[in-house]
Structures are given as structure tokens and as C-alpha cells.
């Protein structure tokens, strides 16, 4: 069973489009994070969330918005897409906000602006 | 959080054990030492932390130099599914509001046949 998934793998779009993907993660965990790994591979935190409240919110800007219908849910959310947000974006979970559990990545989500 | 340094590149023959180094000389009592890696266009996976005794599980083996301002993972008989780029991150645990992690850039391990 797949523990954090994502969808779509792929998405490729038009600049100023909006679209959303899927964060899901059957493990039990308390909160989720998106992770934004840019052409150069480092891999920034964007946000997180713990029991449908946002903790973490990086210079992220505000055409990104995270959504968590329930726990097991961050769907990322992004408006008037631009060329700079090709990337791949990867949701993770933890078992909770504080403390030292290791996080579970998700496999990825690669999107293309054109 | 405490900066992390690591060389950019490693190989490994396998079947040999792959000893990465980080150096986090900045580091301060109330960080944990983390490891991650990520094998290409995956996600990244979590291998190993610790504070300041050595750790060791099913994956790997930690070692933290008594001063902690180094350690080392060791990865004892490398496969070829090892090859990826390996993360060491530094960061304080239980701190309030955040487990956010801070990737560098991290040591691309090549295990070679």
C-alpha cells in the first residue's frame, strides 16, 4: 500500500492556468508538508500543516495555497501559473508537528509551464 | 538550523561499505543530526538520526564525532540501489511550530559494480 501519494505524476499547462494537485497519505500522521525541488534539485520547504492548521508558511507566494479537507488530505492549489513554477513538488507526512519523526515523501508531482 | 557541508560527489564499489561525511561545525546541544536520500526522480526517504551517541538500524550506521561537529553515515555492504544523493540536515527537535527540514545539496553516491 502506498503510503503518501500524489497526483497527478505529470502536469503540464500554460502559463497563467490554475490547477491543483493531490496530496493523500494513509499512514495516520498529524501533518503534511509540500516541498518544492526546483531545476537546480534543491529541494525548499513551502508549507505545512497539523490538524487543518497551517504552521509553516514560507516566502511562498500567496498563489500558492495549501487545502487539507481532513487529515489525510494537502492538496496543493496554484493560481495564475508562471514559467518560474516548473518544478517537481513533493508532499510528505510526519506523526507529528514537533519532535523528531522522520518524514514520508510522496513520489512526486514534475509540472511544466509552457 | 544549523549549516551542513558535504562533498558533491562519492563512489563506492560494491559490495564495500560507503562512508559519507558531513560537517555541521556550528551546530548546537538541542540539534538532532539527520540523514535522508533520494534516489533519482523519487522522493526523498529518510534513513537515520541522531543526537550524539552513535545509531544504527536496519539501513545504516551513524557516527558522531564526540565534539558533534562531524559525523559519518555508513552504509556497510552498497548495493547499486544505493546510489543516490544523500542529505545530511542538522535541525532542533520539538521546537514549536515547525519540522520543516532544509535540504542542501547535498552527496551524490555512485556504487559502482
Known amino acids: 500500500d502506498t503510503a503518501v501519494s500524489q497526483t497527478p505524476k505529470y502536469l503540464v499547462t500554460q502559463m497563467g492556468n490554475d490547477k491543483s494537485i493531490k496530496c493523500e497519505q494513509n499512514?495516520?500522521?498529524?501533518?503534511m508538508y509540500w516541498y518544492k525541488q526546483d531545476s537546480k534539485k534543491f529541494l525548499k520547504i513551502m508549507f505545512s500543516?497539523?490538524?487543518?492548521?497551517?504552521?509553516i508558511n514560507e516566502t511562498v507566494p500567496n498563489r500558492f495555497s495549501p487545502k487539507s479537507p481532513d487529515k489525510a488530505h494537502l492538496n496543493l492549489h496554484i493560481n495564475s501559473l508562471e514559467l518560474g513554477d516548473s518544478a517537481v513538488y513533493f508532499c510528505?507526512?510526519?506523526?507529528?508537528?514537533?519532535?523528531?519523526?522522520?518524514?514520508?515523501f510522496g513520489p512526486g508531482t514534475r509540472l511544466t509551464v509552457l | 538550523d544549523a549549516k551542513t557541508t558535504q562533498p558533491p560527489s562519492m563512489d563506492c564499489a560494491e559490495g564495500r561499505a560507503a562512508n559519507l561525511p558531513c560537517n555541521h561545525s556550528?551546530?548546537?546541544?538541542?540539534?538532532?543530526v539527520y540523514w535522508y536520500r533520494q534516489i533519482h526522480s523519487q522522493g526523498p526517504q529518510y534513513i537515520i538520526h541522531?543526537?550524539?551517541n552513535n545509531e544504527t538500524n536496519e539501513m545504516a550506521s551513524l557516527i558522531i564525532t564526540e565534539d558533534r561537529k562531524s559525523s559519518t553515515l555508513i552504509l556497510p555492504h552498497a548495493t547499486l540501489r544505493d546510489t543516490a544523493v544523500y542529505y545530511c540536515?542538522?535541525?532542533?527537535?520539538?521546537?514549536?511550530?515547525?519540522?520543516?527540514?532544509?535540504f542542501g545539496t547535498g552527496t551524490r553516491l555512485t556504487v559502482i559494480p
Open positions: 500543516y497539523n490538524n487543518k492548521e497551517l504552521i
Open positions: 510528505a507526512s510526519s506523526p507529528s508537528r514537533t519532535g523528531y519523526n522522520e518524514q514520508f
Open positions: 541522531g543526537l550524539k
Open positions: 540536515i542538522v535541525r532542533v527537535a520539538f521546537r514549536s511550530g515547525a519540522n520543516n527540514l532544509f
Open positions: 499512514l495516520g500522521h498529524d501533518t
Open positions: 556550528t551546530i548546537s546541544g538541542n540539534e538532532y
